[in-house]
């Protein structure tokens, strides 16, 4: 399955964005999806993960009450809704597919990546 990130931007504090990553090559509604981020000169980082029927999400602290992901599997597409956004989240975001319905928060548990899309927030 190919993983197509979008709709990073640059956004002023205290913004919203809305990112997608699409699937395409095969339906991954039976999947598992995460959401990392790789700021310059730090590594690939948790951000969020939702399981294939979309009961089950996990965030990671920095990000808990302010990012929602969520997914519509008839559109093969997963979303992370951004908001009340910092500069501390500009980063390159991720998305990436297990072959599992369950979610890792380890990069190491996903097969499939995304080419990354970029956030950028201003102070």
């Known amino acids: 399955v190919q993983l197509q990130a979008s709709g990073g931007g640059l956004v002023q504090a205290g913004g919203s964005l809305r990112l997608s990553c699409a699937a395409s090559g095969r339906s991954f509604s039976r999947n598992g999806v995460g959401w990392f981020r790789q700021a310059p000169g730090k590594e690939r980082e948790f951000v969020a993960a939702?399981?294939?029927?979309?009961?089950?999400?996990y965030y990671a602290d920095s990000v808990k009450g302010r990012f929602t992901a969520s997914r519509d599997n008839a559109k093969n597409t997963v979303y992370l809704q951004m908001s009340s956004l910092k500069p501390e989240d500009t980063a390159v975001y991720y998305c990436?597919?297990?072959?599992?319905?369950?979610?890792?928060?380890?990069?190491?548990?996903?097969?499939?990546w995304g080419q990354g899309t970029q956030v950028t927030v201003s102070s």
């Open positions: 939702i399981s294939w029927t979309g009961f089950s999400t």
């Open positions: 990436a597919a297990s072959r599992s319905g369950s979610y890792s928060t380890v990069p190491g548990g996903y097969d499939y």
